[in-house]
């Protein structure tokens, strides 16, 4: 209850600081593997921007853009996994990678392994860097279940 | 505007705002798809006005739900004016006399102008947002424009300074709008273009449809409190 009281409060008393300061921002990438690989090797970025987007998917996106919003609620938990990292923030990223994320034909060398990393994009003088700054453990992928 | 037509509108358009968050979580599955579907059921309860004071209390447990279930807002800034709206609608319905209910009310309508001037105030003394800078950076690398053609719009500078001002004069200008209904009338509608510009770039939509939802609070509030000044 106390938790949740605190989880409440903001919301009462919002602080209303949007991009007070532009911070490093992140990108979930992901790797799917059954036998061990390199710590480069086989990465993905989750949900990509498209190039471009019509008119009409931007009108339709005013009433119905559940990908994008699920996509700022991974942002949240990437950025609350580095500023208090907690097994809920992981759990969460792993349910939508394993929801959304479709295997490849079936391997022989055994199960899948489901993978991610987050990288932080920033801005140092006029020059755009990256950086990783979390490697989750392997977990066993288990797809739509 | 009188407060029971504020109540009432703010009902309707709540109503609508949660209607349309709610059936983007009908993708997800098992209890949370159940859980948004008894929201659905109380939004639709709410918008035609039968148990009014139900449906919200139902909206009010299911906002603790998400909020334990998310372990916080799911979708940051929407997800907190959604639970201010909401809690001060169904407080102040609850609350015994017509001065607490204004109270309660009048709340919602000073945080819905704390959210622009605070904003703005934030950037204006900021001074990477002054020269432009940050919002070049907003467009450069943060996660929110909605292509990756929009990430051209951070090599225009100068269209880009003059934005980050108007953005910036805009909220921090926001509360003389009350001084006047016919200014505080303009000052909504650019405050919604303001939502709508952002759900076009950044993917924001369900900032359009909450921040509008607090709007009818201001509107009566302007009247109650500066109607009979000016």
């Not at chain 1, 921007?49 to 559940?66: A, E, G």
């Not at chain 1, 993978?115 to 490697?135: D, N, W």
């Not at chain 2, 015994?96 to 204006?124: D, H, M, N």
């Amino acid at each position: 209850m106390v938790r949740l009281f605190f989880l409440l409060l903001p919301g009462l008393i919002p602080s209303w600081e949007f991009f007070k300061a532009i911070e490093p921002s992140p990108r979930v990438q992901w790797r799917l593997f059954s036998v061990p690989l390199e710590d480069g090797e086989g990465w993905n970025e989750f949900r990509p921007r498209p190039q471009r987007l019509s008119l009409l998917t931007i009108l339709r996106r005013l009433f119905w853009n559940p990908r994008w919003n699920d996509s700022l609620y991974l942002v949240s938990l990437s950025e609350r996994l580095m500023l208090n990292p907690t097994q809920h923030s992981v759990d969460e990223i792993f349910d939508r990678l394993n929801f959304y994320v479709s295997a490849p034909d079936p391997v022989e060398e055994g199960p899948l392994n489901l993978q991610f990393r987050l990288i932080f994009v920033r801005r140092e003088g006029e020059q755009i860097a990256e950086s990783i700054t979390y490697m989750s453990e392997p977990r066993i992928y288990r797809g739509r279940t | 505007m009188t407060l029971d037509a504020a109540f009432r509108a703010t009902e309707v358009l709540i109503a609508l705002a949660f209607l349309q968050q709610s059936a983007e979580f009908m993708l997800r599955s098992g209890v949370e798809r159940a859980i948004f579907a008894v929201r659905i059921v109380a939004c639709l309860t709410l918008l035609f006005g039968a148990q009014t004071e139900l449906a919200l209390l139902v909206l009010v447990v299911i906002s603790l739900w998400m909020l334990h279930r998310f372990q916080g807002p799911h979708n940051g800034g929407s997800d907190r004016m959604s639970l201010l709206i909401l809690w001060c609608l169904t407080l102040a319905q609850w609350m015994p006399t017509l001065f607490w209910q204004e109270v309660i009310f009048g709340y919602l309508a000073f945080q819905l102008t704390l959210s622009y001037f605070i904003s703005g105030r934030v950037k204006i003394v900021n001074p990477e947002w002054r020269s432009g800078r940050a919002l070049r950076d907003v467009f450069a690398f943060s996660a929110y424009p909605v292509s990756e053609n929009l990430r051209q719009l951070s090599k225009r500078p100068r269209l880009l300074w003059a934005a980050s001002w108007a953005v910036i004069l805009f909220e921090v200008v926001f509360p003389l709008a009350l001084l006047n209904q016919t200014l505080l009338i303009a000052a909504l509608c650019i405050g919604a273009s303001f939502h709508l510009s952002n759900a076009i770039f950044f993917g924001l939509n369900r900032f359009v449809w909450i921040w509008v939802a607090a709007y009818p609070s201001l509107l009566w509030f302007e009247g109650r409190v500066f109607g009979d000044v000016f």
